[in-house]
């Protein structure tokens, strides 16, 4: 009933500005800062595992390297480095 009567009053266009700011502005919070980041490493880097890594990794069956299906945990501190450091250059396939 309150809204009846503000919307007869007049007041739908500054009730329409102020719930589109204070959108707009809990957007731009959230992007400015609160989601993750994305940084990138050179290729003549290798990096080591944080806590919790969890991924797909290929292995070498039969001369190939073969994708999981499954994610794999791997344990903290394990370096990974790039195809640059390892003497490769079989095809990777994906299941």
């Known amino acids: 009933m309150h809204y009846l009567k503000e919307l007869k009053q007049g007041r739908l266009p500054l009730m329409l500005i102020l719930i589109v700011t204070v959108f707009a502005v809990l957007v731009l919070g959230l992007m400015s800062g609160c989601g993750s980041r994305t940084v990138f490493i050179p290729e003549d880097s290798p990096i080591r595992l944080g806590p919790n ?7 070498l069956q039969q ?3 073969i994708l999981s299906n499954h994610q794999v945990h791997l344990p903290e501190g394990w370096y990974c480095v790039p195809p640059s450091f390892v003497n490769d250059n079989r095809e990777l396939i994906k299941k």
């Not at 890594?53 to 292995?59: G, N």
């Open 53 to 59: 890594s969890s991924v797909r990794v290929y292995t």
């Open 63 to 65: 001369g190939q390297w």
